[in-house]
């Protein structure tokens, strides 16, 4: 059965306390690509060095959800990819996948990470779903 794994919804930090934020493994992984992003960007060495930080700090979130993945395509293996679809052997299979996904997705986890300054730059170049996901956790100041 092909089943399309559809895109989650831009999710917000709902708690930060003592540096450490409650979030959604849905957020985490979209923060994690919007830094990576950022990071590719040639920037002056303290701004490279806190992107370097959150990263760092996001990695065993990060590490923990291709572990559970892992363990998810062991138990439910995809028979066939396509594209963005992928097909499992059951029925049962897919239903099975699909949910813990959206479990995994729904699931919230503490991320220990050091909220940011960083100069607004005409170099850098982001979209406005990218500037949602990375509120809270980087504040961007007018270059000017």
């Known amino acids: 059965m092909p089943v399309q794994l559809q895109g989650l919804p831009i999710l917000t930090i709902s708690q930060v306390k003592d540096g450490v934020c409650i979030m959604k493994q849905a957020k985490v992984i979209k923060l994690h690509q919007a830094i990576e992003k950022l990071s590719k960007q040639e920037l002056p060495l303290p701004q490279s060095y806190k992107l370097f930080k959150i990263r760092k700090q996001l990695q065993p979130a990060i590490d923990f959800r291709l572990e559970q993945e892992q363990k998810l395509f062991e138990r439910h293996p995809i028979v066939e990819q396509q594209g963005g679809s992928v097909r499992f052997a059951t029925p049962e299979d897919a ?50």
């Open 95 to 144: 239903t099975a996948v699909e949910t813990a996904l959206r479990e995994m997705a729904d699931m919230e986890i503490d991320v220990n990470i050091t909220p940011v300054t960083l100069p607004m730059l005409e170099t850098i170049t982001i979209t406005p779903e990218e500037l949602e996901i990375l509120e809270g956790v980087i504040e961007w100041e007018d270059s000017n």
